[in-house]
């Protein structure tokens, strides 16, 4: 009797073992296909000012009839230095959503959020009203959107306090939002070029597996 308890106490930890391995195993192909699918933060168009360039010196008056310089030295940049330009719209329903996201991530942040509007001063109103904006600048032009060559929305920039552009593009999440800072923390142009540059890395050993 006791050998058979001794052999079925065996065949358990054999079992456990396979399912530790197996589970080792599958862990590893997960890693590898999130790195491969991960989300490519926020998409650049690659058009208006480049990254590492000067955003264009635009003397601007904001809804509440402040003026507001865009490009330069900023002042009141936030604690980094850093400034986000939202450009949003009440027609736009990810607008909408996003926007709640965006206060959040600069408040976490600490960087200076500033929305960018191009519509009927009544509507950019009715919005600042509704998502409660009214403690941030609004700009409502379609200069500063022809700018930055902006034609899809949600669009983000990020700068620095001298007015330098340090990652932008399209936006529709917290995590394309975060891919900003991170592309400008990792000295990278956007998040995609980080993924494309993991790609060949996580491919080649089972390329030389199968040789």
Wanted: with cysteine.
């Amino acid at each position: 009797m006791s050998s058979l308890m001794i052999i079925n106490e065996v065949l358990q930890w054999l079992v456990l073992a396979g399912l530790v391995l197996a589970g080792v195993a599958l862990a590893r192909q997960v890693g590898v296909l999130h790195v491969r699918v991960a989300p490519a933060g926020a998409l650049d168009a690659n058009r208006g000012p480049a990254v590492g360039e000067k955003a264009p010196a635009m003397p601007l008056i904001t809804m509440d009839g402040r003026p507001f310089v865009l490009g330069g030295a900023a002042i009141g940049a936030g604690p980094a230095g850093l400034r986000l330009l939202m450009f949003v719209s009440a027609a736009c329903p990810m607008c909408k959503t996003l926007i709640p996201v965006a206060k959040s991530f600069a408040a976490a942040e600490r960087i200076s959020l500033v929305f960018v509007g191009d519509d009927d001063p009544a509507t950019q109103q009715a919005l600042i009203a509704a998502q409660g904006l009214a403690a941030f600048p609004f700009i409502n032009s379609g200069e500063v959107g022809r700018a930055f060559e902006v034609d899809k929305l949600p669009h983000a920039v990020l700068l620095d306090g001298a007015g330098t552009v340090l990652a932008k593009g399209l936006v529709n999440s917290r995590e394309h939002l975060e891919s900003l800072i991170v592309s400008h923390e990792m000295g990278v142009t956007h998040v995609q070029d980080y993924i494309a540059g993991l790609k060949p890395a996580t491919a080649r050993p089972a390329v030389e597996a199968v040789g």
